[in-house]
């Protein structure tokens, strides 16, 4: 089945600066990756989605970016803020068959 | 509209016995997948149902198990507790089946403590 690797685990930046969370697949057959975020006692919550037959997408602050030929891609946020503070999680999916990385929990300081 | 509800949102049980969590999805949502959230080991798929039929089912042992009802309602058994099952169990639901629709909606989890 699908192996999703997410990098790093943890990522703390200074607010205002950016941050980029990766992720590799191993199934050449997924073809839709998103991205979800949990708050702290909530459950996660989509941000952000791209299939594969784009390349990049973005969404205000946020970006994603996929490569199909190295099977990774990307989650990019601009211009952090405290409330960005939370676990991010990646994911790949093909037909019925959604699997998730481990996580990357993210601290903005102020 | 209501999000995805779980019951109980947490718990505390013994090794051996057995336990029953539930969760009601949006409504119009058929599909209900479970997940295990533990520390540093993310989310892993325990499996999903939709129309009352189990569509894919992740690599835990044969004491978790589920089922769903033809409301959409679903509930997941975890069997014969150890002190590894203690975790976060979050239920999501979709229009449609896995990925094809895209977005999950999750609950908050129910939180299982075993002592």
């Known amino acids: 089945g699908e192996n999703v690797e997410q990098h790093p685990s943890t990522l703390s930046v200074q607010e205002g600066d950016s941050a980029v969370i990766k992720c590799t697949y191993s199934?050449?057959?997924?073809?839709?990756f998103p991205w979800y975020k949990q708050e702290l006692g909530k459950g996660p919550q989509l941000i952000i989605d791209i299939r594969s037959n784009v390349g990049e997408k973005k969404d205000q602050r946020i970006a994603v970016t996929l490569n199909k030929t190295a099977k990774h891609f990307s989650l990019h946020i601009t211009e952090t803020q405290p409330e960005d503070s939370a676990v991010y999680f990646c994911?790949?999916?093909?037909?019925?068959?959604?699997?998730f990385g481990a996580g990357t929990r993210l601290t903005v300081k102020p | 509209k209501a999000g995805v509800t779980q019951t109980p949102r947490y718990l505390i049980k013994t090794r051996g016995q057995q336990v029953t969590l539930s969760c009601s999805p949006i409504s119009g949502h058929r599909s209900v997948s479970w997940y295990q959230q533990t520390p540093g080991q993310g989310l892993q798929f325990l499996f999903e149902?939709?129309?009352?039929?189990?569509?894919n089912k992740g690599n835990f042992p044969g004491r978790f198990s589920g089922r769903q009802f033809s409301n959409s309602r679903s509930e997941m058994n975890v069997s014969t507790l150890e002190l590894g099952d203690s975790a976060l169990y979050l239920c999501?639901?979709?229009?449609?089946?896995?990925?094809?629709?895209?977005?999950?909606?999750f609950g908050e989890g129910s939180r299982l403590t075993v002592l």
């Open positions: 149902y939709f129309s009352e039929t189990q569509r």
């Open positions: 994911a790949a999916s093909k037909m019925d068959d959604m699997r």
């Open positions: 999501a639901s979709s229009l449609n089946v896995g990925g094809q629709t895209g977005e999950l909606f």
């Open positions: 199934d050449s057959a997924s073809n839709y």
